[in-house]
């Protein structure tokens, strides 16, 4: 069964901080991934998708994928209170389930 | 405008009796899926649908079943034989499979058991 791994958190910035967000998983199969952002009592919204060992850059976040070390990560730069929210990490686990981390809590403050 | 809707918003259930949640997405996607969210928790599948008229159990299926008579319809509905249904329930699709699922999610229905 693939596990998707992340620290619950809360991880607390400051306001103009980066925030690094981390995943790991324990099937080397894994090809891509997903980082989903949900505000308390909301979906999830899909914010980045990343495909392939290096980064991604889409605004002010960056998606960072090492296939050798099982491990991805999430950069928020110039974090703002608005990006508080729980930011959770998928992984295809089949041809077409997704399996879910529980998520890491994010809080920036002014 | 395109997306996936769920009805309602909230839903309060009496103990015994059975509830359908409904979700309908305009993306033309294949695939639809049902999730479970408790307090704390990741998200845990339910049930899946690849196709009309198909569709697979999840993780957590006991107690819940499903139909897909059309592709743009994915209901669920919550028997009395669940035992603890008080969640939010959230409804996504996806277009693409393998590497390339990327599912999006409706604005999910919060179930409380009275």
């Known amino acids: 069964q693939k596990e998707v791994e992340q620290n619950s958190g809360p991880l607390s910035v400051p306001e103009g901080a980066i925030a690094s967000l981390n995943c790991t998983y324990s099937?080397?199969?894994?090809?891509?991934f997903f980082w989903y952002r949900q505000y308390s009592g909301k979906s999830p919204e899909l914010i980045m998708s990343i495909y392939s060992n290096g980064d991604k850059e889409d605004g002010r976040f960056t998606a960072q994928l090492n296939k050798a070390s099982q491990y991805v990560s999430l950069l928020i730069r110039d974090s703002q209170p608005s990006d508080s929210a729980t930011y959770l990490c998928?992984?295809?686990?089949?041809?077409?389930?997704?399996?879910f981390g529980k998520g890491t809590m994010l809080l920036v403050s002014p | 405008d395109g997306g996936i809707t769920q009805s309602p918003k909230y839903l309060f259930r009496k103990e015994g009796q059975n509830v359908t949640l409904s979700c309908e997405q305009n993306?033309?996607?294949?695939?639809m899926y049902w999730y479970r969210q408790d307090p704390g928790q990741g998200l845990r599948l339910i049930y899946y649908?690849?196709?009309?008229?198909?569709?697979q159990k999840g993780d957590i299926a006991e107690g819940y079943s499903v139909s897909r008579e059309k592709k743009e319809s994915f209901p669920l509905t919550v028997t009395s034989a669940q035992k603890n249904p008080t969640a939010f329930y959230l409804c996504a699709s996806s277009i693409g499979t393998g590497d390339y699922n990327e599912q999006f999610f409706g604005p999910g229905t919060r179930l409380t058991v009275l």
């Open positions: 993306l033309n996607h294949d695939a």
């Open positions: 649908s690849q196709i009309v008229n198909d569709f």
């Open positions: 099937d080397r199969v894994s090809q891509s």
């Open positions: 998928a992984a295809p686990s089949g041809y077409s389930t997704l399996t």
